[in-house]
C-alpha cells in the first residue's frame, strides 16, 4: 500500500541559477525551490508516494540525482537527504524541536562581551553563526552555535599599525 512521504534534499557548491535551470528543476520536483546565496546552497522539499521508508528513500535519492543531473552543469554534491511520512512532516512543522535560543543579551554574556561587539561579530566575523530567524528586537541564534563559536573563536586582536 502507498504511503505519503516528505523528501528534503540540500546541495552545496551551487551558484546562483539561471531562469532555465529552475525551470527544469520544477519538471523533477513538483515542491519548493529554494537558492541560499550566502551559503552557495540549494534546498529541494517535495512530496513522493512510496510503499515503505526504504522505497521511498530510494525514489527520492533518484529523483534528486536524476533531476540535478538535468539542471545542473557540474555534478551536484548532495550533502543531507531526508525522508519521512508526510505525518511526521507535518508533527515536525507544527511542533518544532525545542531549541535553546540566544539574542544579541544572551550571546553577549555567554562570549563575555557587550551586544555592541556581538553585533560587531555578526557583521564582521566571517566564523560567526547565522542567525535562525529574526524578531523585532534582532536576529536570534542557537545557543548550541554561540556555543560552538565561543570554544573556536580567537580573541585575540589584530595587529595594530604602530606609528
Known amino acids: 500500500m502507498e504511503q505519503e512521504w516528505r523528501a528534503s534534499v540540500t546541495v552545496g557548491a551551487v551558484r546562483a541559477l539561471r531562469d532555465e535551470q529552475y525551470e527544469e528543476l520544477h519538471r523533477h520536483?513538483?515542491?519548493?525551490?529554494?537558492?541560499?546565496?550566502?551559503?552557495?546552497?540549494?534546498?529541494?522539499?517535495?512530496?513522493?508516494?512510496?510503499?515503505?521508508?526504504?522505497?521511498?528513500?530510494?525514489?527520492?535519492?533518484?529523483?534528486?540525482?536524476?533531476?540535478?543531473?538535468?539542471?545542473?552543469?557540474?555534478?551536484?554534491?548532495?550533502?543531507?537527504?531526508?525522508?519521512?511520512?508526510?505525518?511526521?512532516a507535518n508533527t515536525e512543522r507544527d511542533y518544532p524541536r525545542e531549541q535553546e535560543l540566544m539574542g544579541y543579551r544572551e550571546a553577549a554574556d555567554e562570549l563575555g562581551v557587550s551586544r555592541q561587539r556581538v553585533a560587531q561579530l555578526d557583521g564582521n566575523h566571517p566564523d560567526f553563526p547565522r542567525p535562525i530567524g529574526r524578531t523585532g528586537a534582532g536576529p536570534v541564534f542557537t545557543a548550541e552555535s554561540i556555543r560552538s563559536f565561543a570554544a573556536r573563536w580567537d580573541r585575540s586582536p589584530g595587529r595594530r599599525k604602530t606609528a
Open 29 to 88: 520536483f513538483a515542491g519548493v525551490i529554494r537558492h541560499e546565496a550566502a551559503g552557495q546552497r540549494l534546498h529541494l522539499l517535495w512530496r513522493l508516494d512510496a510503499p515503505s521508508l526504504v522505497e521511498a528513500a530510494h525514489k527520492a535519492l533518484n529523483t534528486a540525482v536524476e533531476g540535478l543531473g538535468a539542471a545542473m552543469s557540474h555534478e551536484p554534491q548532495l550533502i543531507d537527504l531526508r525522508v519521512v511520512t508526510a505525518e511526521q
